[in-house]
Structure formats: C-alpha cells, structure tokens
C-alpha cells in the first residue's frame, strides 16, 4: 500500500472515534510512522513502508505492547494476540477498518467507565 492511501484510510477509519486523542505522525517519501494517542495514555504505533509492503501496529499501554497485527515480507500477516502479545499468530489480510475496529474493542475492554484504565493482565487472549 502506498503511503498516501494508507494516511487517507487511516485518517477515515480514525474519523469520529472517541477513544482517540491526537495524532502524531512523520512522512516520508516511501514511508510514514508515528503513534496515534489514545485516551488515557494508551497510544497505537503505526508504520507504514511502501518499498518494503510493510505495516505495523502495536497497541502500547503503560510502556508495552499489549496487542499488534503487523505484515512483512518474513512472516506475511500476523497478530500479536491481546494477552499473549510475544506470539506471532498468522492472520488473513487485514484492511485498515478491521484493524481500527480490533484495536478499540481491546481499547473499551481495558478501559472502565469514564475511560478509565483497568488492569489488562488477566483479559482473555482470544482476541486477535
């Protein structure tokens, strides 16, 4: 995916979501990254390398990735499960709108009411 597709799509996907805060994202010619902040100090790593057909995204809470679905050349693509985050679990093609929606279940289910952060240790690891 080239790297202006990929921003127009996330830009869309991210349009109207409660659970985000900002955006901070770098360009480059072929590739772009950055972190999506969410409420509560939870923020999305994503990445994006058109020369490679790379993509990335991790789901960082309080210092560690919690959840990530990423494709590469290597492995093609794969998740790192919610709860089990160190796994690498193959995974159909995902498009971008899947990907936003996965990451704001796990969001709703770490977060109480009023948005704030519970204790994810002993959420299930199904999700993927």
């Known amino acids: ?5 990929f ?3 996330l830009f869309s996907c991210l349009a109207g979501k409660d659970f985000v805060k900002d955006c ?3 360009v480059a010619v072929f590739l772009m990254k ?3 902040e969410l409420k509560d100090d939870g923020f999305l790593k994503v990445y994006c390398n058109e020369r490679t057909g790379t993509l990335a995204f991790a789901l960082i809470n309080k210092e560690k990735r ?3 679905i990423d494709k590469d ?3 093609g693509w794969h998740c790192h ?4 985050p ?3 679990q193959p995974v159909e093609e995902q498009d971008l709108e899947v990907i936003i929606n996965q990451v704001e279940t796990i969001w709703r289910q770490i977060t109480g009411p009023g948005g704030q952060l519970k204790n994810h240790r002993n959420q299930p690891a199904h999700l993927s």
């Not at 995916?1 to 597709?5: E, I, L, Q, S, Y």
């Open 7 to 9: 921003l127009r799509e």
């Open 34 to 36: 950055g972190k999506i």
């Open 81 to 84: 499960p919610f709860g089990e």
């Open 66 to 68: 919690i959840w990530g």
């Open 1 to 5: 995916m080239d790297v202006a597709r």
């Open 73 to 75: 050349n290597l492995r």
């Open 86 to 88: 160190e796994s690498h």
């Open 24 to 26: 901070h994202l770098e």
